[in-house]
T-cell receptor, first 112, second 112 residues
Framework: NAGVTQTPKFQVLKTGQSMTLQCAQD?????MYWYRQDPGMGLRLIYY???????DKGEVPNGYNVSRLNKREFSLRLESAAPSQTSVYFC???????????FGPGTRLTVL | GENVEQHPSTLSVQEGDSAVIKCTYS??????FPWYKQELGKRPQLIID?????GEKKDQRIAVTLNKTAKHFSLHITETQPEDSAVYFC???????????FGDGTTLTVKP
């Protein structure tokens, strides 16, 4: 099992550009999450999907959109990137909401 | 919603000493309490967890205790080693919650 995979690993964008971060899990998990982690800071929840077909806002959803494409895949889109979105983005999944979260390796995004 | 407070934010100990990190939560319906370790540049990974029907759980040098009445849980690391140096996150979630709530993290430094 690959677990949780994320692409790309690194990305540099210019202000105003758009991009989509991809996340996939092969553990048949129901719930998936997107977090951002700024240097020296904790994990802030951007969006989550408690089950296939549903998505909900987390703490910091502004400037982002998500799509739960199917049970395996959960993508995060930045429509118009801003320097404040420079961060490391982690995708995670778990079988149920009250269960261990498994994290992907992260995407390091820099917006110039 | 759930609120999780974690203390201390930084902790420095000598190799061989014990380390204790504490978290409090607000939602009495929360019933799952994991602890994650994040090494520098890596993803968070589960090190131990506890459910609300258990008061204490131990795994070699790591233990977690839960006090449901007081709504707090703690991570105990004995005989610390330099490789224990990392950021530790606590979290709380319940079956009826859409997501886990994470603490802000504790940076543990173990000095040789």
């Amino acid at each position: 099992n690959a677990g949780v995979t994320q692409t790309p690993k690194f990305q540099v964008l210019k202000t105003g550009q758009s991009m989509t971060l991809q996340c996939a899990q092969d553990m048949n998990h129901n719930s998936m999450y997107w977090y951002r982690q700024d240097p020296g800071m904790g994990l802030r929840l951007i969006y989550y999907s408690a089950s296939e077909g549903t998505t909900d806002k987390g703490e910091v959803p502004n400037g982002y959109n998500v799509s739960r494409l199917n049970k395996r895949e959960f993508s995060l889109r930045l429509e118009s990137a801003a320097p404040s979105q420079t961060s490391v983005y982690f995708c995670a999944s778990n079988l149920d909401r009250a269960d261990t979260q498994y994290f992907g390796p992260g995407t390091r995004l820099t917006v110039l | 919603g759930e609120n999780v407070e974690q203390h201390p934010s930084t902790l420095s100990v000598q190799e061989g000493d014990s380390a204790v990190i504490k978290c409090t939560y607000s939602d009495s319906a929360s019933n799952y309490f994991p602890w994650y370790k994040q090494e520098l540049g890596k993803r968070p990974q589960l090190i131990i967890d506890i459910r609300s029907n258990v008061g204490e759980k131990k795994d070699q040098r790591i233990a977690v205790t839960l006090n449901k009445t007081a709504k707090h849980f703690s991570l105990h690391i004995t005989e610390t080693q330099p490789e224990d140096s990392a950021v530790y996150f606590c979290a709380a979630s319940g079956a009826n919650a859409g997501k886990s709530t994470f603490g802000d993290g504790t940076t543990l430094t173990v000095k040789p």
